[in-house]
C-alpha cells in the first residue's frame, strides 16, 4: 500500500498475518503502528509492507486467542462482542472503522456498548464465538505457509495469553481493555491495589480475574511504541 492509503482502523496483512491500524506517523521510518490481531502483539513496518483487507460477512478470525465468526445475520447479544466495519457515529457517540466493542444491551438491533455507545446495526458485525461452517478464514493471508509449530501455537494461544496474565502487576505493566481494544499502564502500587492510566483502581485479585483487562507487555521489555 502507498502511505496515503492507510487509515487507522483498517484491517491490514503484515507478515502473512492479520493485524489493525493504530496509528499512521507520517514521519517516522516505520510509519504504520498496528496491532495483530490474535494476540495485540504490537509492530511497527513500512506502508509498502502491508496489504489491505476489508472483513466481510463469515469472515472468522482470532481475537486475542479466541476465534470468532463475522456475521450479520444474527441478533446481538448482551455480554457478546461486535466488529464495527461500517461507523457512522452520531455526535454523542466516539467510535470508529474496525473498532472492536463489547455489547452491553441490546435495543431492537441496535446496541448498546460498554463505552456508552449506541451503535445501529447497519454499522457492525456480530462477533459469533467459533468458527462457524462455511467461514473464511482470514487469519493468515496465505495459510499454506503456516507452518505445524504455528497452527499448534495458535491452538494453545488463548491458554498462553491468560497464563500471561497470572503474572503479578508490576509499574510498567500495560494492560489491555477488552471492552475498548484501549491499553492502560500500572502507575501505581498500594499494598494489593494497583491504579492504571486510566484511573482505574483494582486489587491483585480482580485485575487478574477480570474479564476485561489482560496483560500486554511492561514497558521496561522494550516493547512499548
Given at each position: 500500500?502507498?502511505?496515503?492509503?492507510?487509515?487507522?482502523?483498517q484491517f491490514?496483512?503484515?507478515?502473512?498475518?492479520?493485524?489493525?491500524?493504530?496509528?499512521?506517523?507520517p514521519l517516522a521510518k516505520k510509519s504504520v503502528l498496528m496491532f495483530r490481531v490474535k494476540?495485540?502483539?504490537?509492530?511497527?513496518?513500512?506502508?509498502?509492507?502491508?496489504?489491505?483487507?476489508?472483513?466481510?460477512h463469515m469472515d472468522s478470525f482470532m481475537f486475542f486467542g479466541e476465534r470468532y465468526t463475522l456475521r450479520e445475520d444474527v441478533p446481538a447479544e448482551e455480554g457478546g462482542y461486535i466488529l464495527i466495519a461500517k461507523p457512522d457515529p452520531d455526535y454523542?457517540?466516539?467510535?470508529?472503522?474496525?473498532?472492536?466493542?463489547?455489547?452491553?444491551?441490546v435495543e431492537g438491533k441496535n446496541v448498546i456498548t460498554t463505552r456508552q455507545n449506541t451503535v445501529k446495526s447497519r454499522e457492525f458485525f456480530v462477533?459469533?464465538?467459533?468458527?462457524?461452517?462455511?467461514?473464511?478464514?482470514?487469519?493468515?493471508?496465505?495459510?499454506?505457509?503456516?507452518?505445524?509449530?504455528q497452527q499448534q501455537h495458535d491452538a494453545q494461544l488463548a491458554d498462553d495469553l491468560r497464563d500471561r496474565s497470572s503474572i503479578r502487576p508490576s509499574?510498567?505493566?500495560?494492560?489491555?481493555?477488552?471492552?475498548?481494544?484501549?491499553?492502560?499502564?500500572?502507575?501505581?502500587?498500594m499494598g494489593e491495589e494497583v491504579t492504571l492510566g486510566t484511573g482505574d483502581k483494582l486489587t491483585f485479585h480482580d485485575l487478574h480475574k477480570a474479564d476485561n483487562w489482560s496483560y500486554l507487555y511492561n514497558v521496561a521489555d522494550g516493547d512499548f511504541r
Open positions: 500500500m502507498k502511505l496515503l492509503q492507510v487509515r487507522k482502523g491490514v496483512y503484515y507478515n502473512n498475518e492479520l493485524h489493525k491500524v493504530y496509528s499512521v506517523k494476540d495485540m502483539e504490537q509492530v511497527a513496518s513500512r506502508a509498502d509492507e502491508v496489504s489491505l483487507y476489508k472483513p466481510k454523542m457517540d466516539h467510535y470508529s472503522l474496525n473498532e472492536f466493542e463489547k455489547i452491553e444491551s462477533m459469533v464465538p467459533g468458527e462457524e461452517q462455511g467461514s473464511n478464514d482470514i487469519a493468515y493471508f496465505d495459510k499454506g505457509k503456516v507452518s505445524a509449530e509499574i510498567g505493566d500495560v494492560y489491555l481493555n477488552l471492552d475498548n481494544t484501549g491499553t492502560a499502564m500500572v502507575v501505581a502500587i
